[in-house]
Antibody, heavy 124, light 113 residues
Framework: QVQLQESGPGLVKPSQTLSLTCSVSGNSISSGFHYWSWIRQPAGKGLEWIGSIYSSGSTKYSPSLKSRVTISVDTAMNQFSLNLSSVTAADTAVYYC????????????????WGTGTTVTVSS | DIVMTQSPDSLAVSLGERATINCKSSQSVSHSSNNKSYLAWYQQRAGQPPKLLIYWASTRGSGVPDRFSGSGSGTDFTLTISSLQAEDVAVYYCQQYFNSPLTFGGGTKVEIK
């Protein structure tokens, strides 16, 4: 059974970098059949796709966040990570990682397995 | 970006009755070349992550009860719960994957009347 678990600091100061890791079990990232994504959800609001990565390191990012986002993968650890720089209060949200279907390297489709989410608050 | 608009924002349905949620995209999310609609539906219960219900507009996800069905093409899509159960209380989101960036609807909250 595939499981994803987010980890990282729950509190980040404004202007600093938010860093989260998603640990994957039950599915090897390097098996090559999926993308791996980050999605966020401010409290009481909707879902926002941040970006996705393939095991080769090929990435796709939301244009609205692209200048601040880096997603990386560590196939040896079966993990992938999110760095979001220059954060503000607007980046406060629950951050989810998810296994994602798509056509490599062309397109990212839908998310079929999600982590439980981790709450990140941006505050001094 | 493709804008996804859901309606209604919320609805209250009696147990055993039908619930219908609409999702409209700002441009077509269907490909004429393969006759596929690049549209997914998710269910998010309170305090939980989203769960994939439907992909390719009408294909149920693994383990999803058959009371959930998806339909539509082009710009107009519908999620139907044929007989509402207590465990279906949740917020439902549509998502298009026709173009990057992936975008979601604003969500529809389903409650018991």
């Amino acid at each position: 059974q595939v499981q994803l678990q987010e980890s990282g600091p729950g509190l980040v100061k404004p202007s600093q970098t938010l860093s989260l890791t998603c640990s994957v079990s039950g599915n090897s990232i390097s098996s090559g059949f999926h993308y791996w994504s980050w999605i966020r959800q401010p409290a009481g609001k909707g879902l926002e796709w941040i970006g996705s990565i393939y095991s080769s390191g090929s990435t796709k990012y939301s244009p609205s966040l692209k200048s601040r986002v880096t997603i990386s993968v560590d196939t040896a650890m079966n993990q992938f990570s999110l760095n979001l720089s220059s954060v503000t209060a607007a980046d406060t949200a629950v951050y989810y990682c998810a296994r994602t279907h798509g056509v490599v390297p062309i397109a990212v489709y839908y998310m079929d397995v999600w982590g439980t989410g981790t709450t990140v608050t941006v505050s001094s | 970006d493709i804008v996804m608009t859901q309606s209604p924002d919320s609805l209250a349905v009696s147990l055993g009755e039908r619930a219908t949620i609409n999702c409209k995209s700002s441009q077509s999310v269907s490909h004429s070349s393969n006759n596929k609609s690049y549209l997914a539906w998710y269910q998010q219960r309170a305090g939980q992550p989203p769960k994939l219900l439907i992909y390719w507009a009408s294909t149920r996800g693994s383990g999803v009860p058959d009371r959930f069905s998806g339909s539509g093409s082009g710009t107009d899509f519908t999620l139907t719960i044929s007989s509402l159960q207590a465990e279906d209380v949740a917020v439902y989101y549509c998502q298009q994957y026709f173009n990057s960036p992936l975008t979601f609807g604003g969500g529809t909250k389903v409650e018991i009347k």
